[in-house]
């Protein structure tokens, strides 16, 4: 069958001759046809093989297991462990063949048994079987014995807490002399240590040990026995399970660790190693010298068996060596320190498998005295290193760099190096954290920028180079151009404005700059056209281009900047000034903590940013509480946890229109924080709006540095104000008089709301508001009640209405008195959101809308 | 201890399975199709360890056949590649020779070797004369059961012409 099988061309002839044979083979099986039954399981073995389904045949496993005969048996078991595994349920029909098999006279069947019990017993099987199999461990045939012992390490793997049962018995078979037994036994110990304390104690007890290491001794020193032999060494097997087991015997217990030494010391000096097999059993006896208790010459050795292991041509030992190399660092530094130039040659070794372990060595060797030198082999390498492995080995490199580089010019020059050569595969917490260094090291400004420059005219497609290249052009750039803060070190460079424009024009248009980079190269581009005034009709080209991006961040920021350069000069300079130093306790403080990535810095990454909101300089938010600068009006609602943190504020965007009965919904329907909503202002008499009401929103927010510019207090204050995205009321700032003028609060198609002030004597805090409805529509209002809900620290008293009908066009009104008591006096406006409800026709209206324009100072 | 033994020809076929860990049925032809594409894929002078899924996979190659051996990460790797070769040079006593075909055609007896060198994915014999001289023994005993079936056969047959 096999022939016919082997001369199918393809696999669809293949098929139909198995299907063929298959249906055969169940026929035979319907009819119980005992004779040809086990060259049935044989065909039905070679096609499970082939990978087809055979679960028909599992059913003649078992009668072919029960039949007497031992080929029969045979194949049936062999036919058990192939097509069951320990999970399927016919295995347990299998339990009382098992039971009688294992009591059979013939030895053989009893093997059979032992074998198929050992490779696929379930734990119930285990549990049922474990005292037979307890019994045979003294059966007088060695062969029966050492399945026996291989077969209990698989009970007491099932069964962990049999193996209490299995202590004295093994122990026993600690003392042949067969070498199979031996090595079962030794195995058996072994594994019954690891999982029973118990156990572990009564094998440390120096009676076994001794015997053990007599044992070892016997081995090693043994003259040719040539059954044994492998390679010179007799029976390297047997060495290496008794290093094993006095592996775990000796580990975390002194007085065992003592009565090894000697003899590990004899296995590692005497062993020849120019085979495999010597180089195995040398391994494992340094794996077991690295674990036991400590004992500084034996260590030694250990280690300088290592390093030759590191030199040896042959990749195999140069792996296992590098593998034990990182466990042995724990133990001794310093000795592996020593061959740390074998290891770097190992990272450029052509075997994938072999780099990868050396490179993790390395990065476990850096410290602060060669983290120099090593990080510079690495970046070397990093250039002619195969793609996979570029990934790794940039994530290795920056994080190397990161914590021990001495200096920050230091620090930033590789970082740039690694930028130039793989800055695809750097990932995003890496450059914002290059760009807080940069930003913190004042003195540096000058070199970092040019050498950016230089670094992007060659390596344009590393996008995290392209980004941290075109912010530092951005904020440094009049440092560029005019040579600004030039170290001894630096090569002259010469840059004209228009080059930097360039290079930040190539950047935008580059075909592989994804939005990040376009949107922060276009934040560079009005921080330039602030610095460059020259350039300003160039750059408002440039960002005029991106006007109808189908991005719609990219569509939103040309047009708002666009619309600054153009109409707003006076205030663009304050807008662009240089950004604060980012702080970089707090930021590295974030990280750990694993906040989102967008934390610190630029623009780049929040796409998300809502409709509605300007953004003109990316500062961290974090800066906005202590600025000292007066950029970034506007606080821009990256929907950060982090500015939430902070600032104790809900940033949301709230594209509020004008006069709309649509209060801002964006998030916050929790009445309570109106106010610290960093949302643009309200103003009933705004300019006429583009097609984003981004740009309306921008506009009043310049409306208020318009109207903040003469007030005297520059600073904190109107910061403040800034922040909580408060307004004035109009643009003729009218605050501090003791008059305040009424205000429309709310206006719609239908119905006009005004507030009138007027403070009771004697509390400041208190403002009386007469609210006024009046109705201009054609209809009359009926069930007229108005609800009103204010921000935490305003205190709200409603006093009863008027009435509750509004007569039609304004033919009356509905007053209502208002208190306000507000805690803040002074430092917070009022602001309040109302909620008018009404029966039109009988019909319920419901009119919702913030009030924005209370007089400041209320 | 060793998870499975697999046998892989050259063209990525199988010849030998042995599982020694739970596997379903789909897991394990998942796990055949997994690293029949590492191993076959890998130079020649590259080192014959291969970290696979948090296991350690020991691979040797002898002519057209790729003889692997999934193991746990605190196993011995050059221990391993000692037992292959201990299979492989017990294969080759038995058949005097080996090659794939006698692995084709002779899978069961392959397996019936596998199994007196492993157990439970353990080591069960480092000799290799105790190995073949088991496997004759119960050689021998399948022949001469099947001499007798025959023989009964015979006499059956005759007695009911």
Same mark, same amino acid.
């Given at each position: 069958?096999?022939?016919?099988?082997?001369?199918?061309?393809?696999?669809?002839?293949?098929?139909?001759? !198995?299907?063929?044979?298959?249906?055969?083979?169940?026929?035979?099986?319907?009819?119980?046809?005992? @004779?040809?039954?086990?060259?049935?399981?044989?065909?039905?073995?070679?096609?499970?093989?082939?990978?087809?389904?055979?679960?028909?045949?599992?059913?003649?496993?078992?009668?072919?297991?029960?039949?007497?005969?031992?080929?029969?048996?045979?194949?049936?078991?062999?036919?058990?462990?192939?097509?069951?595994?320990?999970?399927?349920?016919?295995?347990?029909?299998?339990?009382?063949?098992?039971?009688?098999?294992?009591?059979?006279?013939?030895?053989?069947?009893?093997?059979?048994?032992?074998?198929?019990?050992?490779?696929?017993?379930?734990?119930?099987?285990?549990?049922?079987?474990?005292?037979?199999?307890?019994?045979?461990?003294?059966?007088?045939?060695?062969?029966?014995?050492?399945?026996?012992?291989?077969?209990?390490?698989?009970?007491?793997?099932?069964?962990?807490?049999?193996?209490?049962?299995?202590?004295?018995?093994?122990?026993?078979?600690?003392?042949?002399?067969?070498?199979?037994?031996?090595?079962?036994?030794?195995?058996?110990?072994?594994?019954?240590?690891?999982?029973?304390?118990?156990?572990?104690?009564?094998?440390?007890?120096?009676?076994?040990?001794?015997?053990?290491?007599?044992?070892?001794?016997?081995?090693?020193?043994?003259?040719?026995?040539?059954?044994?032999?492998?390679?010179?060494?007799?029976?390297?097997?047997?060495?290496?399970?008794?290093?094993?087991?006095?592996?775990?015997?000796?580990?975390? @217990?002194?007085?065992?660790?003592?009565?090894?030494?000697?003899?590990?010391?004899? =296995?590692?000096?005497?062993?020849?190693?120019?085979?495999?097999?010597?180089?195995?059993?040398?391994?494992?006896?340094?794996?077991?010298?690295?674990?036991?208790?400590?004992?500084?010459?034996?260590?030694?050795?250990?280690?300088?068996?290592?390093?030759?292991?590191?030199?040896?041509?042959?990749?195999?030992?140069?792996?296992?060596?590098?593998?034990?190399?990182?466990?042995?660092?724990?133990?001794?530094?310093?000795? !592996?320190?020593?061959?740390?130039?074998?290891?770097?040659?190992?990272?450029?070794?052509?075997?994938?498998?072999?780099?990868?372990?050396?490179?993790?060595?390395?990065?476990?060797?850096?410290?602060?005295?060669?983290?120099?030198?090593?990080?510079?082999?690495?970046?070397?390498?990093?250039?002619?290193?195969?793609?996979?492995?570029?990934?790794?080995?940039?994530?290795?490199?920056?994080?190397?760099?990161?914590?021990?580089?001495?200096?920050?010019?230091?620090?930033?020059?590789?970082?740039?190096?690694?930028?130039?050569?793989?800055?695809?595969?750097?990932?995003?917490?890496?450059?914002?954290?290059?760009? !807080?260094?940069?930003?913190?090291?004042?003195?540096?400004?000058?070199?970092?920028?040019?050498?950016?420059?230089?670094?992007?005219?060659?390596?344009?497609?590393?996008?995290?180079?392209?980004?941290?290249?075109?912010?530092?052009?951005?904020?440094?750039?009049?440092?560029?151009?005019?040579?600004?803060?030039?170290?001894?070190?630096?090569?002259?460079?010469?840059?004209?404005?228009?080059?930097? =424009?360039?290079?930040?024009?190539?950047?935008?248009?580059?075909?592989?700059?994804?939005?990040?980079?376009?949107?922060?190269?276009?934040?560079?581009?009005?921080?330039?056209?602030?610095?460059?005034?020259?350039?300003?009709?160039?750059?408002?080209?440039?960002?005029?281009?991106?006007?109808?991006?189908?991005?719609?961040?990219?569509?939103?920021?040309?047009?708002?900047?666009?619309?600054?350069?153009?109409?707003?000069?006076?205030?663009?300079?304050?807008?662009?000034?240089?950004?604060?130093?980012?702080?970089?306790?707090?930021?590295?403080?974030?990280?750990?903590?694993?906040?989102?990535?967008?934390?610190?810095?630029?623009?780049?990454?929040?796409?998300?940013?809502?409709?509605?909101?300007?953004?003109?300089?990316?500062?961290?938010?974090?800066?906005?509480?202590?600025?000292?600068?007066?950029?970034?009006?506007?606080?821009?609602?990256?929907?950060?946890?982090?500015?939430?943190?902070?600032?104790?504020?809900?940033?949301?965007?709230?594209?509020?229109?004008?006069?709309?009965?649509?209060?801002?919904?964006?998030?916050?329907?929790?009445?309570?924080?109106?106010?610290?909503?960093?949302?643009?202002?309200?103003?009933?008499?705004?300019?006429?709006?583009?097609?984003?009401?981004?740009?309306?929103?921008?506009?009043?927010?310049?409306?208020?540095?318009?109207?903040?510019?003469?007030?005297?207090?520059?600073?904190?204050?109107?910061?403040?104000?800034?922040?909580?995205?408060?307004?004035?009321?109009?643009?003729?700032?009218?605050?501090?008089?003791?008059?305040?003028?009424?205000?429309?609060?709310?206006?719609?198609?239908?119905?006009?709301?005004?507030?009138?002030?007027?403070?009771?004597?004697?509390?400041?805090?208190?403002?009386?508001?007469?609210?006024?409805?009046?109705?201009?529509?054609?209809?009359?209002?009926?069930?007229?009640?108005?609800?009103?809900?204010?921000?935490?620290?305003?205190?709200?008293?409603?006093?009863?209405?008027?009435?509750?009908?509004?007569?039609?066009?304004?033919?009356?009104?509905?007053?209502?008195?208002?208190?306000?008591?507000?805690?803040?006096?002074?430092?917070?406006?009022?602001?309040?959101?109302?909620?008018?409800?009404?029966?039109?026709?009988?019909?319920?209206?419901?009119?919702?809308?913030?009030?924005?324009?209370?007089?400041?100072?209320? | 201890?060793?998870?499975?033994?697999?046998?892989?020809?050259?063209?990525?076929?199988?010849?030998?399975?042995?599982?020694?860990?739970?596997?379903?049925?789909?897991?394990?032809?998942?796990?055949?199709?997994?690293?029949?594409?590492?191993?076959?894929?890998?130079?020649?002078?590259?080192?014959?360890?291969?970290?696979?899924?948090?296991?350690?996979?020991?691979?040797?190659?002898?002519?057209?056949?790729?003889?692997?051996?999934? =193991?746990?990460?605190?196993?011995?790797?050059?221990?391993?590649?000692?037992?292959?070769?201990?299979?492989?040079?017990?294969?080759?006593?038995?058949?005097?020779?080996?090659?794939?075909?006698?692995?084709?055609?002779?899978?069961?007896?392959?397996?019936?070797?596998?199994?007196?060198?492993?157990?439970?994915?353990?080591?069960?014999?480092?000799?290799?004369?105790?190995?073949?001289?088991?496997?004759?023994?119960?050689?021998?005993?399948?022949?001469?059961?099947?001499?007798?079936?025959?023989?009964?056969?015979?006499?059956?047959?005759?007695?009911?012409?």
């Amino acid at each position: 069958m096999i022939r016919s099988i082997r001369a199918c061309k393809t696999a669809a002839e293949e098929r139909a001759v !198995v299907r063929k044979e298959c249906a055969a083979i169940r026929a035979a099986i319907n009819e119980n046809d005992q @004779d040809y039954r086990h060259r049935n399981l044989a065909k039905l073995m070679f096609i499970h093989m082939l990978g087809y389904p055979t679960h028909f045949g599992q059913m003649e496993c078992l009668k072919s297991i029960a039949s007497a005969g031992f080929p029969e048996k045979r194949i049936g078991y062999l036919g058990l462990m192939l097509l069951l595994d320990e999970r399927q349920e016919v295995l347990m029909l299998v339990t009382n063949s098992l039971k009688q098999d294992l009591n059979h006279t013939n030895q053989y069947i009893v093997g059979l048994a032992l074998c198929a019990l050992g490779n696929i017993c379930s734990a119930e099987m285990a549990r049922d079987l474990a005292p037979e199999v307890e019994r045979l461990l003294q059966f007088r045939d060695p062969n029966i014995r050492k399945k026996a012992a291989l077969c209990s390490i698989r009970i007491i793997k099932k069964v962990p807490d049999l193996a209490e049962n299995f202590i004295n018995p093994a122990a026993a078979l600690l003392k042949e002399k067969h070498h199979g037994v031996l090595i079962t036994g030794i195995q058996l110990v072994t594994d019954i240590c690891k999982v029973s304390t118990e156990a572990l104690e009564f094998f440390r007890k120096p009676k076994c040990l001794d015997g053990l290491v007599k044992t070892l001794r016997d081995v090693v020193n043994s003259p040719y026995a040539p059954e044994y032999d492998i390679a010179g060494i007799t029976d390297p097997f047997l060495h290496i399970r008794l290093l094993k087991l006095l592996h775990v015997l000796g580990q975390g @217990d002194a007085d065992a660790s003592d009565c090894m030494n000697d003899i590990l010391a004899q =296995v590692a000096t005497k062993t020849e190693s120019n085979k495999n097999a010597g180089n195995a059993i040398l391994y494992e006896c340094v794996e077991t010298i690295m674990s036991i208790e400590d004992n500084g010459g034996l260590r030694v050795l250990a280690i300088n068996i290592l390093g030759r292991f590191l030199s040896n041509r042959d990749n195999n030992i140069r792996y296992v060596a590098l593998n034990m190399l990182m466990k042995a660092i724990t133990v001794d530094a310093q000795a !592996v320190q020593r061959h740390r130039a074998t290891i770097l040659e190992c990272v450029k070794d052509l075997d994938a498998s072999i780099r990868k372990r050396a490179l993790e060595l390395v990065y476990l060797l850096v410290n602060e005295s060669n983290v120099k030198p090593l990080t510079k082999e690495l970046i070397d390498y990093l250039e002619i290193s195969d793609q996979e492995f570029k990934g790794d080995l940039t994530a290795k490199i920056c994080s190397m760099v990161e914590k021990f580089s001495p200096d920050k010019i230091w620090y930033i020059d590789q970082m740039l190096k690694v930028l130039s050569e793989a800055g695809n595969f750097v990932k995003d917490e890496v450059w914002h954290a290059l760009i !807080v260094v940069i930003s913190n090291a004042s003195d540096l400004h000058g070199y970092t920028v040019r050498a950016l420059y230089r670094a992007v005219q060659t390596s344009i497609e590393q996008e995290s180079l392209v980004r941290v290249a075109i912010w530092c052009i951005g904020e440094y750039g009049d440092m560029l151009v005019n040579n600004v803060g030039v170290l001894n070190i630096e090569d002259p460079i010469t840059v004209t404005e228009s080059d930097a =424009v360039d290079v930040v024009e190539i950047a935008i248009k580059h075909h592989s700059s994804d939005i990040t980079t376009k949107a922060m190269a276009m934040v560079a581009l009005l921080k330039l056209s602030s610095r460059f005034p020259s350039c300003s009709e160039r750059i408002r080209d440039i960002i005029v281009q991106n006007k109808g991006s189908l991005v719609l961040e990219l569509q939103q920021r040309s047009i708002e900047f666009n619309s600054i350069v153009e109409k707003h000069q006076n205030i663009r300079s304050t807008l662009v000034e240089r950004m604060p130093v980012l702080d970089e306790a707090t930021f590295s403080g974030r990280r750990a903590g694993s906040l989102p990535a967008t934390v610190s810095t630029s623009s780049g990454t929040s796409l998300n940013l809502p409709n509605g909101v300007a953004k003109p300089a990316a500062a961290p938010l974090v800066d906005l509480l202590d600025l000292s600068s007066d950029d970034a009006p506007v606080p821009s609602s990256s929907g950060n946890d982090f500015l939430q943190d902070l600032l104790g504020v809900d940033v949301s965007p709230a594209s509020v229109q004008p006069g709309t009965s649509q209060a801002p919904k964006a998030g916050t329907d929790v009445l309570l924080d109106l106010l610290s909503i960093g949302s643009p202002p309200v103003q009933n008499n705004s300019t006429p709006s583009d097609i984003l009401s981004s740009s309306q929103d921008n506009k009043s927010s310049v409306a208020i540095l318009d109207g903040l510019s003469p007030a005297p207090s520059g600073g904190a204050a109107s910061m403040i104000d800034l922040l909580d995205g408060f307004v004035p009321n109009s643009p003729k700032p009218e605050d501090n008089g003791p008059a305040y003028p009424s205000i429309v609060a709310f206006e719609s198609s239908s119905l006009i709301l005004t507030f009138n002030f007027s403070k009771p004597p004697g509390n400041p805090q208190t403002t009386l508001i007469q609210a006024t409805f009046t109705n201009l529509s054609p209809n009359v209002y009926t069930d007229f009640v108005f609800q009103a809900a204010v921000p935490k620290f305003l205190q709200l008293h409603l006093d009863p209405a008027s009435g509750n009908t509004l007569p039609a066009s304004g033919n009356g009104s509905i007053t209502q008195t208002l208190r306000v008591t507000n805690s803040q006096h002074g430092k917070k406006p009022l602001v309040m959101r109302t909620r008018i409800a009404y029966k039109l026709n009988n019909r319920d209206v419901l009119e919702e809308g913030q009030i924005n324009n209370f007089p400041r100072d209320l | 201890m060793i998870h499975f033994v697999l046998l892989i020809s050259r063209q990525g076929k199988v010849r030998l399975t042995k599982w020694y860990s739970p596997y379903t049925q789909k897991e394990r032809s998942k796990v055949i199709r997994e690293l029949s594409g590492v191993i076959l894929t890998r130079g020649p002078k590259l080192c014959n360890f291969v970290e696979w899924r948090g296991y350690k996979v020991v691979y040797k190659r002898y002519a057209s056949l790729y003889f692997c051996m999934c =193991v746990d990460q605190e196993d011995n790797e050059l221990e391993i590649l000692e037992i292959i070769h201990h299979y492989v040079e017990i294969l080759d006593r038995y058949f005097g020779s080996v090659c794939e075909l006698d692995l084709i055609f002779n899978f069961h007896k392959a397996y019936y070797i596998l199994d007196e060198i492993l157990i439970a994915g353990e080591l069960q014999e480092s000799s290799k004369k105790t190995v073949a001289r088991l496997i004759a023994a119960q050689d021998s005993l399948v022949e001469t059961a099947k001499e007798q079936a025959s023989s009964i056969s015979n006499i059956i047959a005759q007695a009911t012409k």
